[in-house]
């Protein structure tokens, strides 16, 4: 599975938007784009999946650069709730699917 | 609905004993995942399974540790012979495997193991 690179850490204030950035610059055309995060002392959740296009759902937003070798999570207003490790993972067909995790980004949200 | 549920949610045990970690995953999900969280660690994969097929062991730490899953439905992850560096966070997930590569993945809450 190609792999994935974020920052450690990211700082927000409470109801402003946050973008968290992923460098996949070696991303095969198949493979997704998965974001999940993990809250203090809980499993991981999942947050959102791209190919391509941009996606939106109720949680965030994915935007997914042209070529493909970045993308951005984007929680419109952050919550205290959204303080979390967000993931961003790539998933080739064919396999497993098994979620190879990295470091992660470390997301601080001050009221 | 019920999502993954795993028991138990904490496991205290001498080093040098068996433990048996349950996870029950959503039902109707043919795809099920273990991995572990050891503290300031990340998540590491350990095992997967999927319907009838063999499951993917790749990940495994050692031939302490096997798993099964009864009936295409609950999993046992065991840990013989339990040594201190197994202490961690065992979670499973579970995943429907109708989409594949676009499939997402349900985490239950983990079992927290302490090894003394």
């Known amino acids: 599975d190609a792999k994935t690179t974020q920052p450690n850490s990211m700082e927000s204030n409470e109801e402003e938007p946050v973008h968290l950035p992923c460098n996949h610059s070696?991303?095969?055309?198949?493979?997704?784009i998965h974001w999940y995060r993990q809250l203090p002392s809980q499993g991981p959740e999942y947050v959102i999946h791209g190919l391509t296009s941009n996606v939106n759902n109720r949680m965030a937003s994915l935007a997914i650069a042209e070529d493909r070798k970045s993308s951005t999570l984007i929680l419109h207003r952050a919550t205290l709730r959204d303080a979390a490790v967000y993931y961003c993972?790539?998933?080739?067909?064919?396999?497993?699917?098994?979620?190879?995790f990295g470091a992660g980004t470390r997301l601080a949200v001050h009221p | 609905g019920a999502g993954v549920s795993q028991s138990p949610s904490n496991k205290v045990t001498e080093k040098g004993k068996d433990v048996e970690l349950r996870c029950d995953p959503i039902s109707g999900h043919t795809a099920l995942y273990w991995y572990r969280q050891s503290l300031g660690q990340g998540l590491e994969f350990l095992i997967y399974?999927?319907?009838?097929?063999?499951?993917?062991k790749s990940g495994l730490p050692s031939d302490r540790f096997s798993a099964e899953r009864t009936g295409g439905s609950v999993s046992t992850l065991t840990i013989q012979r339990t040594q201190q560096e197994d202490s961690a966070v065992y979670l499973c997930?579970?995943?429907?495997?109708?989409?594949?590569?676009?499939?997402?993945?349900?985490f239950g809450p983990g079992t927290r193991l302490t090894v003394l």
């Open positions: 997930a579970s995943s429907p495997r109708t989409q594949r590569a676009a499939d997402t993945q349900y």
């Open positions: 993972i790539l998933i080739s067909p064919g396999g497993y699917n098994k979620l190879i």
């Open positions: 070696t991303i095969s055309g198949t493979d997704y």
């Open positions: 399974f999927q319907g009838n097929s063999a499951p993917d």
